[in-house]
């Protein structure tokens, strides 16, 4: 499993459980195909079920259930501010109908 997520995310995964009081929970991941080939994302702090596949990256331990794993190959999880003082967590996934491949400025 190819799964990353960035610096920026990790450290906001980690915040996001210290205000939540969810220290200890995993994060689970998931992916469902739209229709038109986009990818929807969802994220919350979980428990761990016996059929989860477990992942840690960059201190983060994560969890998805099989299904979701086959669309989160190859995808990278960002936290990045997209309009003054709006920040959101973002996939940048080959395997999504509207992945766009990053530039260099």
Not at 36 to 46: A, E, K, P, W
């Amino acid at each position: 499993m190819m799964f990353d997520i960035t610096e920026a995310a990790a450290a906001q995964i980690r915040a996001a459980a210290q205000q939540s009081g969810t220290v200890g929970m995993v994060l689970r991941l998931a992916a469902r195909m739209k229709d038109d080939g986009s990818i929807d994302y969802l994220m919350g702090f979980d428990e761990v079920s016996e059929e989860d596949i477990r992942i840690v990256v960059k201190g983060v331990e994560m969890v998805m259930a099989p299904e979701s794993m086959p669309l989160l190959e190859d995808a990278v999880m960002d936290y990045v501010e997209l309009k003054k003082g709006d920040f959101r967590f973002i996939f940048s996934n080959p395997r999504d109908a509207n992945y766009s491949p990053p530039t260099e400025a």
